[in-house]
């Protein structure tokens, strides 16, 4: 789907074409990928003027989501004319969580529903992706006027924020951010004040799991001022033992203090610590990891039921048999596809209709067994 | 160090700056801290800070979960009283009392109307990060330098005062990095007195009626 024109707007573009082919962050490429699943950049901006989007009022967002929608249309970047408009309030609640199972926004933003306990549905807003490989989705009327996301396989901090910079420029070109010397890019909710830039990794770490030390990584991670969270952002559960791990300070250090922070120090001990669990793992409890691997091999080959939960629990010990090479037969992208499209939108847009739950498990279990299990050995 | 009540090693560390600029110190242990109505435990998720309406009135209550006493036997500090109990943003109409309700501010000018109250609030949540560093919008910044445009620049990066005040910040940052054998961090602040005398230095080129101050603050940061 190419940028649409101004006078005839999107309703509904995402049942035709869009989505056919795997998202870059799932490609299980880049470096540490064996730990890191993902990076991602997030940049909080606002347009001068105008009320933050919590206090916006309905003709305030339109003009907002107007000026928006034209300045990303119109950027001069090559892949300007790759972007996918989505006007929120326009599509139904089916593609509105398609895309927030696709890590393009947040839940939050498929409600319309601020933390203020304003908005809802019908509120003007709206998000760009590019397409085809959603590495970019910017975010309209969130609980900022702009939130522009980069996401990236495995270790890509650096290559994300330097894109998010570019992206950054080419729409301040077109129009006044919010700004203050003192406290910078200005945001709705002051923990994001400053750069406004939130640099995620989402980490696989079930050796730290199975070794009991995942608790202590996390309270370090809190001593650092990191904050950890699911594998749906703020609120959400971990499943598998994935884990989105991002910096909480945006003010007093710069982009590059911050990048170098994670991208340098932080991340790669994290990784160290997962990797000398699993090599602890494998040096003395081997027969266990086993044990736990194909018992999960076991039940995604022959489960007629399958909870999404449960399908990533057993998926996440596939992930870690494979990167210790005890399992054959699988692929990174094949596991991170099969954990995107076990989960309940995208099981319903692969059969083309709407589930119970006990369809959906049903349906989960046999999507796995096709896709997965033929080759594994 | 111990304790104020002379029995435990002290652990909560609290420095308080008041309005006359002066510093009060206090030592307590955890027990103390509780029972003055400070949480000692650091797991507080910064969002839930900037939204309790307790930090923000400069008393952090205690943790339900404490382990100790139960939250009702804690009497929280008494209130610090606002020298504007009903200041209103001229801007979008957020009072003071929204946003320590919904932690969030109404629109950009609520950061000006309210800076005085927020500032600490937002240091505190930043690990002690009081001015922006790093990016200025590029575009805004080049078109008001290109047309001399004095009021655009200052806010943008401040005027003289403020940005010799940033200076000074990132002097003393730099120091206390070299000190602590912290060289990449150092290099990274060292680039960004770099850059942000270098912005200065610019304006100077852009608008030659203010080169006399402006020579004197980049010669300082020089």
Request: overall charge neutral; charged content about 25%.
């Amino acid at each position: 789907m190419q940028a649409s024109d101004d006078a005839q707007p999107e309703t509904n573009p995402l049942r035709e074409s869009a989505f056919t082919r795997n998202a870059e962050w799932l490609r299980g490429l880049g470096e540490s990928n064996d730990v890191v699943m993902s990076s991602r950049v997030r940049l909080a901006r606002n347009i001068s003027g105008f009320p933050f989007t919590p206090q916006a009022s309905r003709i305030d967002r339109t003009q907002v989501l107007e000026a928006c929608r034209h300045r990303i249309l119109n950027m001069t970047t090559s892949t300007a004319s790759q972007f996918m408009w989505i006007n929120l309030h326009q599509v139904g609640r089916e593609d509105r969580n398609l895309l927030v199972e696709r890590q393009l926004m947040s839940r939050q933003h498929a409600k319309g529903k601020l933390s203020t306990g304003k908005g809802g549905l019908d509120e003007p807003r709206g998000v760009a992706v590019l397409v085809p490989d959603e590495r970019v989705s910017i975010m309209i009327n969130e609980e900022d006027h702009l939130r522009l996301q980069i996401i990236r396989s495995g270790l890509a901090l650096t290559s994300c924020l330097a894109e998010a910079n570019e992206l950054d420029d080419q729409i301040e070109a077109g129009m006044d951010y919010a700004y203050h010397p003192r406290f910078g890019y200005l945001t709705a909710c002051p923990t994001n004040v400053g750069t406004g830039l939130r640099l995620s990794v989402m980490l696989h770490l079930p050796g730290l799991k199975l070794t009991g030390e995942l608790e202590k990584v996390r309270r370090a991670a809190h001593d650092m001022g990191l904050a950890v969270r699911g594998f749906y952002g703020e609120g959400s559960d971990s499943p598998g033992e994935f884990y989105q791990l991002s910096n909480q300070t945006t003010l007093g250090k710069s982009d590059e203090m911050l990048l170098r922070e994670m991208e340098q120090e932080i991340v790669p001990r994290v990784v160290g610590y997962e990797r000398h669990a699993r090599k602890n793992l494998i040096a003395n409890r081997k027969e266990m990891l086993e044990d736990q691997i194909w018992r999960a091999i076991g039940v995604l080959k022959n489960a007629r039921l399958m909870k999404v939960e449960e399908a990533m629990e057993y998926l996440s010990l596939v992930r870690v048999g494979a990167m210790l090479g005890l399992v054959e037969g699988v692929t990174l992208e094949q596991i991170h596809t099969l954990l995107l499209h076990v989960q309940p939108m995208h099981l319903q847009k692969t059969l083309g209709k709407t589930l119970t739950q006990q369809q959906r498990r049903v349906a989960r279990a046999e999507l796995i067994r096709k896709q997965l299990t033929p080759d594994l050995s | 160090m111990l304790c104020e009540c002379g029995q435990y090693e002290a652990t909560i560390h609290e420095v308080i700056i008041t309005s006359d600029k002066k510093k009060v110190e206090r030592h307590l242990c955890e027990k103390c801290a509780r029972k003055q109505g400070i949480n000692p435990d650091p797991y507080v998720p910064i969002s839930e800070l900037m939204s309790s309406s307790s930090y923000i009135m400069g008393q952090i209550s205690s943790s339900p979960e404490s382990p100790d006493e139960p939250l009702s036997q804690t009497p929280p500090r008494p209130p610090v009283k606002s020298k504007h109990p009903t200041q209103t943003c001229v801007g979008c109409g957020q009072t003071f009392g929204g946003f320590k309700k919904s932690g969030l501010l109404g629109c950009p000018a609520c950061y000006q109307i309210f800076e005085d109250r927020i500032g600490p609030m937002i240091e505190r949540a930043h690990e002690g990060g009081c001015n922006h560093v790093g990016k200025v919008p590029k575009r805004a910044l080049c078109e008001s330098q290109l047309n001399k445009d004095d009021n655009r620049i200052d806010a943008l990066l401040g005027n003289i005062k403020q940005r010799e005040e940033r200076l000074d910040t990132l002097r003393i940052r730099l120091a206390k990095s070299i000190h602590d054998e912290e060289y990449e961090q150092a290099a990274m602040l060292r680039d960004e007195l770099t850059r942000l005398t270098s912005l200065a230095s610019s304006e100077i080129e852009a608008t030659p009626n203010r080169s006399a101050n402006a020579k004197d603050s980049t010669a300082a940061s020089s």
